[in-house]
């Protein structure tokens, strides 16, 4: 035991000078967010629906990206496609754009665009989405292979940090057992495991070349493996395969021990260099001194846990050897628990380190996957600390670890593998980028069916399963909550009833829906009362977001001189009918036709008013806003929330962009139909509780809607 506390106090000295360099290092330089590279933006944008098929695809990254296997492609309606390489697709000298030309496609429904980039960290990045050309149709791709891409690099990343394990693992042990009785056996039973290593990261190195790629075929493809091979992490990943063939030829020849133990070590080491260059440390603003600290970090912890492994492998291997064998076991282990103690304190101070800077709020480490990921693989780290603590005590008081601690100790040195790997998947907290938003989300539209408000809801609104939300308000403004509630669905094969299950408030369903332009309708029965009309929606899926259609539509509007538009309001029985002309800047007359009432007249000019009934004389008022009268005054995207094209239909002959929003000041559900054109609107729908209009314009810029000041006789006239 005095040994030992001598070794522990000078190892001190090295502690605190770890600290210090760590500490200068920090200091020195700053706390750079790490992200993998995202689409930060795209055009067309997803889900778009346009007139016309767009001159190119344009896709913008955050950072440098390499485009490999498929690189990037389009898929039109039709099924033909586009794809190009990484020369032809660059459209910015910083590599951070890639643009394909559609100048030979013509044909209208829904494209397809796929791709799949590698980012200055090594990680793949892939994805589709689709755009719509006059109108939704089935996309003409196989599937989306991003899922298992993705899956097939984590797996091999875990392969390969646990090939890193075996061979630094057994490296050490190799060199700890020097000079020790019977350490030639050992570096027999450490070399096989050190084979099986090197084969391991082989596999790995291959199987991240295919992730790469997308699929076998796509490798055996010259021009895909040529394209690969000229990007960094294409070349840094070859390499290690090639690298690991050869470290295995040679473990497999007859060479003498120091060369087996010199080549292992040697490939282990460039194994991990290799592996940090292809990893985050390589986007660092020090690449150099990032990547070197990074190997250290990756060569530490994987001698800690390879050596658990192949601790627990000598100990099944020698549990039925000699005495002499299983003495030399135990002597090695008890070596090699000194010497790990300035590894584990050098794995600490630069974990600590790389916590720190990749880690931006405390509160991240439970908020974010990069901080649960990072807490998983703490507490993993933590049991492994506890087990080898347990297990160094029993060596140094002479006593001899049982065969089912060192299997415990290795399960926790094995658990922190694939926390690592997952760990780095995903981006460090510490970022200031945002990825392209999703344009398909919940999609919630509103309709009445006789007297009652229907709000419906779809998510995601995308094809495949959706969940459909019903909410119900009565003409009161209050929540219906005893209605059967039932969708009716138009398929292929004729309608489909579905009743919908109560789930406080809203009633609800699960329905497979494909890209198509989908028919609902909406069926509320309440006990003792009489049936009433269904709410019926028209829906395209995919539908995608279009709030710049408001933005445009409100500029169109406002630059009208005149107009003239006709409304029906209802509350689910008598319908009020009006007509209103309106002449820029501050003028408007409208008629009200209400059943059961005589037909009234306003006009309205700056802060006047002048009213009369059924033809009767005229009287004037003020017009009692605050300011007076001003006209068009559009503001449609100002308050508008969840914003949604559902699709293109004709008005009077007119192509229209059909839009739906919710406007919460007035707690409102609106439907817009916008002329693809000129964007001025050509009807709409308001749905509030208790409140149901419809409206039409027409007559844009009519010179002959013009507004006087009707005669007045003095005797009505009332005073400001």
């Not at 050992?186 to 699929?215: E, H, K, N, P």
């Not at 010497?339 to 974990?351: D, H, K, M, N, Q």
């Not at 802060?607 to 001003?630: E, I, K, L, M």
Request: charge should be neutral; charged fraction near 15%; include cysteine.
């Amino acid at each position: 035991m005095p040994q030992v506390m001598h070794v522990v106090k000078q190892h001190q000295r090295l502690l605190r000078a770890l600290l210090l360099l760590t500490i200068i290092v920090g200091i020195g330089f700053p706390r750079k967010a790490l992200a993998h590279a995202i689409l930060l933006d795209a055009e067309p944008s997803p889900n778009a629906l346009l007139d016309q098929v767009p001159i190119a695809v344009t896709l913008r990254f955050s950072e440098p990206v390499d485009p490999v296997g498929a690189g990037v492609t389009v898929i039109a309606p039709d099924g033909r496609r586009i794809q190009l390489d990484s020369a032809s697709s660059r459209s910015r000298q910083d590599h951070t754009e890639l643009r394909v030309p559609l100048e030979a496609f013509t044909a209208q429904g829904t494209y397809v665009v796929r791709y799949s980039v590698l980012g200055r960290d090594g990680h793949l990045i892939t994805g589709r989405y689709v755009f719509s050309v006059g109108y939704t149709s089935a996309p003409q791709d196989h599937g989306d292979l991003s899922r298992w891409a993705t899956f097939l690099g984590a797996w091999a990343r875990l392969l390969h940090l646990l090939a890193l394990a075996l061979l630094f693992g057994t490296a050490a042990l190799s060199l700890t057992a020097y000079r020790l009785p019977g350490s030639y056996l050992i570096r027999t039973y450490v070399q096989s495991v050190a084979r099986r290593g090197v084969l391991l990261a082989a596999l790995a190195s291959s199987l991240i070349l295919i992730a790469y790629v997308g699929d076998l075929t796509t490798l055996s493809d010259p021009e895909a493996l040529r394209q690969l091979l000229t990007t960094r992490s294409g070349a840094i990943w070859s390499g290690s395969f090639f690298l690991a063939l050869f470290c295995y030829g040679v473990l497999a020849a007859p060479l003498p021990a120091s060369v087996h133990l010199a080549t292992w070590t040697v490939c282990a080491t460039a194994l991990a260099l290799g592996r940090a260059a292809a990893g985050h440390a390589a986007t660092t603003d020090v690449p150099i001194l990032s990547i070197l600290l990074a190997s250290v970090h990756t060569s530490g912890a994987a001698i800690l846990i390879g050596s658990s492994l192949a601790l627990l492998f000598l100990a099944r291997r020698t549990q039925d050897e000699e005495d002499s064998i299983r003495l030399t076991v135990e002597q090695l282990t008890r070596r090699f628990a000194l010497a790990a103690v300035p590894l584990a304190e050098l794995v600490t101070i630069s974990g600590a380190y790389a916590l720190w800077t990749n880690v931006a709020a405390p509160e991240d480490l439970w908020n974010t996957p990069y901080g649960r990921t990072l807490l998983v693989k703490l507490a993993a780290v933590l049991a492994f600390a506890a087990a080898t603590g347990i297990v160094t005590l029993r060596w140094l008081r002479q006593q001899r670890a049982s065969l089912q601690l060192l299997r415990l100790k290795a399960l926790f040195a094995f658990l922190i593998l694939p926390a690592a790997t997952i760990l780095v998947t995903f981006p460090p907290t510490r970022s200031s980028l945002q990825p392209l938003p999703a344009a398909s989300t919940a999609l919630t539209l509103a309709q009445n069916a006789g007297p009652y408000l229907v709000t419906l809801r779809i998510d995601p609104a995308q094809p495949g399963t959706n969940r459909l939300s019903v909410h119900v308000t009565a003409p009161d403004g209050t929540t219906v909550s005893d209605a059967r509630v039932t969708l009716e669905l138009s398929t292929p094969d004729g309608p489909r009833l579905i009743e919908l299950q109560r789930s406080s408030p809203f009633y609800a369903t699960t329905v497979d829906l494909m890209a198509n332009l989908w028919s609902m309708a909406i069926y509320v029965q309440r006990p003792n009362t009489s049936d009433v009309p269904p709410a019926r929606f028209e829906i395209p899926v995919p539908v995608p977001d279009s709030r710049a259609l408001l933005e445009l539509a409100d500029a169109a509007m406002n630059r009208l001189q005149a107009a003239e538009e006709r409304t029906e309001l209802t509350s689910g029985g008598p319908v009020v009918e009006t007509v209103i002309r309106y002449r820029a800047p501050n003028r408007a007359a409208y008629s009200v036709a209400a059943p059961g009432r005589p037909a009234s007249e306003t006009i309205i000019i700056g802060d006047r008013r002048y009213d009369r009934v059924a033809g009767g004389d005229w009287t004037t008022s003020p017009w009692p806003g605050s300011t007076p009268f001003r006209w068009p005054a559009f503001r449609y995207a100002q308050t508008a929330e969840d914003v949604r094209l559902l699709g293109i239909e004709p008005i009077e002959g007119t192509s229209c962009y059909k839009v739906a929003f919710y406007d919460p000041t007035s707690e409102t559900h609106y439907r817009l139909w916008i002329g693809i054109g000129d964007f001025l609107v050509r009807r709409y729908e308001m749905m509030a509780p208790g409140h149901y209009m419809i409206g039409r314009f027409d007559r844009f810029d009519d010179p002959e809607i013009v507004i006087e000041v009707p005669p007045v006789d003095p005797n009505y006239a009332s005073g400001d």
